[in-house]
């Protein structure tokens, strides 16, 4: 089966910019999340979308981060505007419908905001 | 989910048997512990989850006491290529609704020749 994918792989904005990340889970996964690592920091959640609706997105560092996934399919993360300290690794993962903890993950995408 | 605690990092020779503990001694009874391994630049990837007892597979062992407050990873035999940070992760693994998967710190493992 194809793995969790992410597009892009690396994007490079400058600040006060929109940026929009893009999240294909495995097919058939409810469950996608969101994480961040900052560098040298721990990965960070950001919000759990079970199907199409956000169980949690108490992770959203403000207003600035935008997460949707019409129809439950793939999800999209977009900053607006960017600032400096967004910059950072951002991961999406996808379980199967009571598949609890074994996630699987995508590559994830590197944000660098200049 | 519960909060876990292991050690920042740890060193190690090829050939090695490695054994990481993680400490989660708030672990409710439906949580289910897991462990994932992440090489940089890459996403976290699953190596192994158990409840109770021991669980083994191609590439760890994992065993947890009684009590269930703490696990231990094990990697037989390390090479230089399991040069990573490995994370446990406490939650439940059931049906339907689910928590979050939170990360703690992980354990940085070096392997050097």
């Known amino acids: 089966e194809a793995g969790v994918t992410q597009f892009p792989s690396h994007s490079v904005i400058e600040k006060g910019q929109t940026v929009t990340l893009r999240c294909d889970p495995i097919?058939?996964?409810?469950?996608l999340y969101w994480y961040r690592r900052v560098m040298g920091k721990e990965i960070k959640f950001l919000l759990h979308?079970?199907?199409?609706?956000?169980?949690?997105e108490s992770g959203m560092p403000n207003n600035r981060f935008l997460a949707e996934r019409t129809g439950g399919t793939y999800s999209t993360l977009k900053v607006q505007p960017a600032e400096l300290e967004d910059s950072g690794v951002y991961f999406c993962?996808?379980?199967?419908?009571?598949?609890?903890?074994?996630?699987?993950f995508g590559q994830g995408t590197r944000l660098t905001v200049v | 989910l519960a909060k876990t605690t292991q050690p920042i990092s740890m060193d190690s020779y090829e050939g090695q048997e490695v054994n990481i503990t993680c400490s989660h001694n708030?672990?409710?009874?439906?949580?289910?512990i897991t462990w994932y391994q992440q090489f940089p630049s890459q996403g976290p990837r699953f190596i192994i989850q158990?409840?109770?007892t021991k669980v083994t597979n191609e590439v760890a062992s994992l065993f947890i006491p009684a009590d269930r407050k703490s696990s231990t990873l094990s990697l037989p035999r390390v090479s230089l290529s399991d040069t990573a940070v490995y994370y446990c992760?406490?939650?439940?693994?059931?049906?339907?609704?689910?928590?979050?998967?939170?990360f703690g710190k992980g354990t940085k493992l070096s392997v050097k020749p």
């Open positions: 993962a996808s379980t199967r419908p009571g598949g609890g903890t074994e996630a699987f």
């Open positions: 097919s058939g996964h409810d469950n």
């Open positions: 979308f079970v199907k199409e609706s956000k169980q949690d």
């Open positions: 708030n672990i409710a009874t439906n949580d289910y």
């Open positions: 158990g409840y109770k």
């Open positions: 992760l406490v939650g439940a693994n059931y049906g339907g609704s689910q928590g979050n998967l939170i």
